[in-house]
């Protein structure tokens, strides 16, 4: 037996009776708000949900997926327990819970509306576009690699220094691209570095599925399919250096097919900003992960050595990560900076909080990250391969 949910448009009406809800009425505006940026025709979702006979068919998947929260894909806990998140993807409880008793209750299509079908939810847009990063070729997945991460090392030609305050990703293939990450490097040694490895393999970029093996490089960019544009905090940036060549690290996905893509990514810059802006990590490096275990945990605890602003971050594990817990003690308090209850190695990217975190120095920072090992035969360490394993959130701050 399951509880039907009330669709009353008084919620405060106790006396409101309980009816089964429909696709048009109920669900089809939620999938219009979280679900079809990706589940397009075209988009990276493996199946379109743009009418009632497509979440009909798919209705107990829809069900199972977002009552777990594996979807809609984001991995941090945007629920405000421990904070919340501009780029939260975040279906309510209640929203849940409709979705489960339509699903349950045979997925009833209802009455159509009468005007027009709820739209898509516009992506994000930029105000202005003051340059693009162009990958100027195409490049066509391997086709023996399901997933396929590549590096391509790209000169945006730049003259002086800027800023990058907001950023929006063009994909080529957009059924392809799982997610992408441009990085800056900073120096001639490290640049001659991303060359060679790009001069060492036949074809436009080398393969990068563990690490893009370039030291020094710096975050810049990092985007997952139906994101559209995404603008940094007011009055920050991150500094682009002049002279300078970047590497754009791809992981193609070939679910929907193999395509040739050629990726843009258009940027706004300024010249000077308010706050320059960094992206620094806390890391739990010294990992030792026995095999056969349902749950590991890990800790490192970092000092606050100057007075900062964290104004969102990115966590990251590999395979055998669960979960996460990052926080701060703060005038002799805990408080809670970042939390992820059911990580997923595929679905990361950067997210900013809707209210940023001041901390001050001497305070301290802790992250704990949880792991299951059941499959493992022998111990897992810190490494840079995909089988291997890592604790970090990248923060995107600034000085005060």
Known sequence: ??????????????????????YHEDVAPILAEHCLSCHDEGGI????????????RTAEAIRIS???????PFVLDNSGECNTYVEGRWLTDAQIKTIEAWARAGAPEGEPPKGTAPAPR???????????????????PDAAKFDDYRCFVLD??????????????????????????????????SEATAEALDAAEPGFGYSCIDDIHVPDARWLVGAG???????????????????????LQIHYNQENGRHADRTRIDLMVARNVPKE?????????????????????????????????????????????????????????????ARVNNWDFHWQGFAHYTKPIDLSSGDSMRI?????????DTTTTWGQGTNDEMCIAFFYLTAN
């Open 45 to 56: 979702a493996p199946f379109s949900l743009v009418d009632y006979e497509d979440a009909r």
């Open 156 to 189: 945006p030609g730049l003259a002086e220094d800027v800023f990058i305050t907001g950023f929006h990703v063009r994909p080529g293939a957009a059924s392809m691209l799982h997610h992408l990450t441009l990085f800056s490097i900073d120096t001639k040694e």
């Open 66 to 72: 977002t009552t777990s929260r594996s979807m809609p």
């Open 368 to 376: 704990t990250c949880t792991y299951d090992t059941r499959r493992r």
């Open 122 to 140: 516009a992506l994000a847009e930029l105000d202005r576009v003051d340059m693009t990063i162009d990958m100027k070729d195409t490049y066509t």
């Open 225 to 247: 399919p139906g994101s559209g544009a995404l603008r940094f905090p007011e009055g920050t940036g991150l500094r682009m250096r002049a002279g300078r060549k970047t590497i």
């Open 277 to 337: 802006a960094t992206v620094q990590r806390i890391a739990a490096t010294n990992l030792l992960l026995p095999p056969k275990q349902a749950s590991v945990d890990q800790t490192a605890v970092q000092p606050v050595s100057i007075d900062l602003t964290l104004w969102g971050l990115w966590p990251h594990m590999h395979k055998l990560g669960t979960g996460m817990h990052v926080s701060a003690t703060h005038d002799g308090e805990e408080k809670c900076l």
């Open 1 to 22: 037996m399951f509880s039907l949910v009330a669709c009353s448009s008084k919620e405060d009406d106790a006396s409101a009776p309980l009816r089964i809800p429909t």
